[in-house]
C-alpha cells in the first residue's frame, strides 16, 4: 500500500511539472509581433527601376535590393528585455512583398524599442551555406572564407564608371576589420511603452530608406566607387550608412 501510494505521488508531481513547463512555454508563445519593411527612395516607395535622386545629386534607379536581418529583440530603457530566438534570420528582397513581412515569436511583451542585427554573425559565415533564408540559391552567398553578403544593392546611374552604366554593391565581411554586421535600434512612435497582448499581433512599419544608402554617415559618391564585392574598408561604410536606412512609421495591434 506505501509503495503504491509513493508511486502515486512521484507520478502526480512529474506530472505536474510536465504541466508547468508546457503552461510556461505555451505563454511565450501567444506574444507575436511582425516586422513590415517598405522600401522608400525620395520620400516614395521603391519601385523597380525608376530613376531616382540620391542626396549627393546623382541618379540612380534599383534592380536589386536585399539585406539580411535577425536576431530581433524588444528593449526598455535602454536595455535589452526580451530575445526572439536566436540566430532567426530574415532575406528582405525589395521586390518580393512576402519577404518584407516577418514575424516571430517572444516571451515577454513590454517595451519601448525595438532592436535587430544586420548581417549574419561570424559562425553562420564560416559554417558554409546554410538552409531557409541562409540557402545560396539566394543569391548571398560568396564562400567559406568570406561568408555572406549582409546587403546587395544593383541597379544603374549616369554617373555609374562600369560597363552598362551598372552600380553594384556586395557588402559583407566579418573578420575583424571588416565586420559589415550593425546593430540597429528603433525608437518607437509614440514615446510610451508597447505592450504585446494574448494572441493578436503586434504589426510595426518599418522605412528603408534607399536614399541613405548613399548619403548618411558617410557620403559615398556613385561616381567615385561604381561597385564593391569585397570586404573592407569601403563596404565596412556602406554598412555604416545602411543601418541609418530603417525608422518606424507606425505601430498597431491585428487579431
Not at 70 to 86: H, M, P, R, S, Y
Not at 127 to 150: E, K, N, R, V
Request: charged letters at 20%.
Amino acid at each position: 500500500m506505501k509503495i503504491r501510494f509513493a508511486a502515486f505521488l512521484i507520478i502526480l508531481i512529474v506530472t505536474s511539472t510536465l504541466s508547468c513547463r508546457k503552461e510556461i512555454s505555451d505563454e511565450g508563445s501567444n506574444y507575436r509581433i511582425r516586422l513590415k519593411f517598405v522600401p522608400k527612395a525620395n520620400g516614395e516607395n521603391l519601385v523597380e527601376g525608376k530613376p531616382y535622386l540620391n542626396p549627393l545629386g546623382e541618379d540612380f534607379s534599383v534592380t536589386k535590393f536585399k539585406i539580411f536581418i535577425g536576431n530581433i529583440t524588444l528593449i526598455q530603457d535602454g536595455a535589452v528585455k526580451v530575445a526572439a530566438k536566436e540566430n532567426e534570420y530574415f532575406l528582405l528582397d525589395a521586390f518580393d512583398p512576402a519577404s518584407l513581412s516577418v514575424e516571430t515569436a517572444l516571451s515577454g511583451n513590454r517595451f519601448s524599442d525595438i532592436g535587430f542585427q544586420i548581417g549574419i554573425d561570424s559562425i553562420f559565415n564560416v559554417s558554409g551555406a546554410q538552409t531557409g533564408a541562409l540557402d545560396p540559391t539566394t543569391g548571398m552567398f560568396w564562400t567559406w572564407s568570406t561568408g555572406y553578403i549582409m546587403a546587395k544593392l544593383e541597379g544603374n546611374s549616369s554617373f555609374s564608371t562600369e560597363t552598362n552604366q551598372a552600380i553594384v554593391y556586395h557588402i559583407g565581411g566579418f573578420k575583424t576589420g571588416e565586420n559589415t554586421i550593425r546593430e540597429v535600434v528603433l525608437q518607437l512612435p509614440g514615446q510610451q511603452d508597447w505592450i504585446l497582448e494574448k494572441n493578436n499581433v503586434t504589426e510595426i512599419t518599418i522605412e528603408i530608406n534607399i536614399d541613405k544608402w548613399f548619403s548618411s554617415l558617410h557620403n559615398l559618391f556613385i561616381a567615385s566607387a561604381s561597385a564593391t564585392m569585397t570586404p573592407g574598408e569601403l563596404s565596412n561604410k556602406y554598412a555604416d550608412n545602411y543601418a541609418r536606412m530603417f525608422a518606424p512609421l507606425s505601430i498597431e495591434r491585428t487579431p
